[in-house]
């Protein structure tokens, strides 16, 4: 009985200790005695161990550091910042990371923002966090220059497998994308397409009040443009108002001019097919110059802004809320900015969303450039690339999955953003369009709604509340409404729209020349709109455009498109 006890022990013992070395080892095959390396302390996972996989928690925690766009004060609530909120405290809890930002700034203002150029100087100075997103030309810079790290085994052995279902939705094009030389050198932040395409806006209570229908044709936009600025439609016995509102950017930001040429079958700033099946510019080709003509024409009797060559977006969005404009081209999310604000300053005022239409019998395609704007990287020397795939997992599930709660983690119900806390996220590229937008307008149609997701069943109730009487929640019925929506125009584009041919990163002469031949561009066109150029003056600037550098980038693009 003795040596019987004696050896229960003794395997008691040894079990004890098994234990104990795989506490320390925190179940994922690290030595925290000889593992922290790189910018944060971070441990290197074992991608072989079964344990380690698209969930596993870092026990002990790992520090990681990154940047960002900051978010203003008034985005958060009850005291939450952008350093600690529910989605940093998810991090930390569910996978064990500790998430530091080393600096913050304003994301406003695209390139020239002070978040991108706070980025380019650390990628200049090679002084890099740990992880963090880019665009993609940013990401072309890291690639040549060897600052970031291949992620091909990370997001293999990552990504969940809903995550990897999410990248397929688009056939593989962002991925894609993101790949140089056959190495997935960053995660993109996936997301919907053909969201990206514009809508015409227009003010329904001057409609009613003009009789005026909406527009089927270019020729009908022209004459409401034309009634909105004859016909005193804010009723004040003054030459006031005016048709459409666009901004110095011309194809940028609220209020652009994108879905116009679109109607001419002119593409800005997208690469498409020619005659030959070669990649050309859409920016040059004829189409762009029948559209200038007419904008100079409409110029010219006051339809448009005259003051548009000095006005940005928010000076737009002035004009909008003094009530002297009917018409704009914008994005799908313009209803809960600027119109939503404009209608709480102008009772009465409204807003629908329409397809854009067609100078001729050809219907009118949204042009697109690819939808992609954010990739996730992670410096060369970091040990731990696997927690961007990680953290998006978690971002993933928590809004989709099933322990989905999209109140705590998306949108709160008094309407708090928490959607835009997570330092990396990703959309479905068919989240809203066809899904949400079919799954909301069956409910309607069946008076069912038990088959919705929590987003979807979050929007329809704020939708049959809104149809209900209650205005609070116009913006979300007119971006997502059964009817008379923006995504019920975007669903008429799913299957025409056009997008670009080129995904791929910039090329060396777009680097050294596209800058300058864009600057020249916004020149000449604006001086064509106003009058103070030729029409003619088109000619000469896509002249000009092939010596000055064009046809070497166009010459770069086909080659790329050749090796795809």
């Avoid at 003794?10 to 234990?19: A, E, G, P, T």
């Avoid at 996972?45 to 990154?66: C, L, M, Q």
């Avoid at 279902?165 to 593989?172: F, N, P, S």
């Avoid at 409409?298 to 000076?315: I, P, Q």
Wanted: proline share 5%; with cysteine; glycine share 8%.
């Amino acid at each position: 009985m003795g040596k019987k006890k004696t050896v229960h022990v003794y395997f008691l013992v040894l079990m004890v200790l098994m234990l104990a070395l795989t506490a320390c080892s925190g179940g994922q095959g690290k030595d925290p005695a000889t593992s922290p390396t790189g910018n944060s302390g971070s441990q290197t996972p074992d991608a072989n161990k079964p344990d380690d996989g698209p969930f596993t928690k870092y026990d002990p925690p790992i520090e990681i550091h990154s940047v960002r766009g900051s978010l203003p004060d008034d985005r958060f609530r009850n005291g939450e910042t952008m350093e600690n909120n529910v989605w940093t405290q998810e991090y930390e809890q569910e996978l064990g990371i500790k998430l530091v930002y080393d600096w913050l700034a304003d994301p406003n203002g695209g390139d020239e923002s002070a978040f991108n150029k706070k980025l380019n100087v650390a990628i200049g100075s090679n002084d890099l966090p740990d992880v963090f997103g880019v665009s993609i030309k940013q990401l072309s810079q890291l690639v040549e220059s060897e600052q970031i790290q291949d992620l091909t085994s990370v997001y293999e052995t990552y990504a969940s497998e809903d995550l990897k279902e999410l990248g397929m939705q688009d056939g593989g094009l962002a991925l894609k994308a993101a790949t140089f030389d056959g190495k997935l050198m960053a995660i993109p932040k996936f997301a919907g397409n053909i969201e990206a395409a514009d809508v015409i806006w227009i003010r329904t209570d001057w409609l009613e009040k003009l009789k005026l229908d909406p527009p089927t044709t270019m020729d009908d936009v022209f004459k409401i443009a034309e009634a909105f600025k004859t016909q005193d439609p804010d009723g004040n016995s003054k030459d006031d108002t005016f048709g459409i509102a666009i901004t110095k950017d011309l194809y940028g930001g609220v209020s652009n001019l994108t879905g116009f040429f679109n109607g001419y079958h002119a593409y800005p700033n997208i690469w498409i097919k020619d005659a030959e099946g070669k990649l050309a510019y859409g920016n040059v080709q004829p189409e762009m110059k029948n559209a200038l003509a007419k904008l100079q024409e409409m110029y010219k009797a006051g339809l448009l802004d005259r003051e548009f060559a000095v006005k940005d977006g928010s000076k737009v969005i002035e004009s909008i809320s003094q009530n002297k404009v009917g018409i704009q081209y914008g994005a799908n999310w313009n209803s809960y900015y600027p119109l939503n604000d404009a209608r709480k300053q102008n009772p009465g005022m409204d807003w629908k969303p329409y397809p854009i239409v067609s100078i001729d019998d050809q219907p009118a395609r949204p042009g697109l450039a690819f939808g992609i704007y954010e990739f996730y990287v992670a410096a060369k020397q970091f040990k731990n690339p696997e927690v961007i795939v990680k953290m998006l997992n978690l971002q993933h599930e928590r809004f989709y999955g099933e322990t989905a709660d999209w109140k705590k983690y998306s949108t709160a119900e008094d309407g708090t953003e928490i959607f835009q806390y997570p330092v990396f996220q990703v959309f479905p590229p068919n989240k809203n369009i066809p899904d949400n937008f079919e799954a909301i307008k069956k409910a309607f149609e069946t008076k069912d709604a038990s088959n919705l997701n929590q987003e979807q069943k979050d929007n329809y109730d704020k939708i049959a509340s809104y149809l209900g009487g209650d205005d609070t929640h116009w913006a979300v019925d007119r971006q997502s409404g059964p009817k008379d929506s923006a995504f019920e125009a975007l669903t008429m584009y799913k299957d025409i729209a056009k997008t670009t041919e080129f995904i791929g990163a910039n090329t060396p002469s777009m680097v050294t020349k596209k800058g300058t031949l864009d600057k020249i561009e916004k020149e000449v066109f604006t001086k064509i709109i106003m009058g103070s150029a030729s029409i003619d003056e088109f000619d000469k600037f896509v002249a000009d455009w092939h010596k000055l550098g064009g046809d070497d980038m166009t010459k770069e693009v086909n080659d790329w498109y050749a090796e795809q």
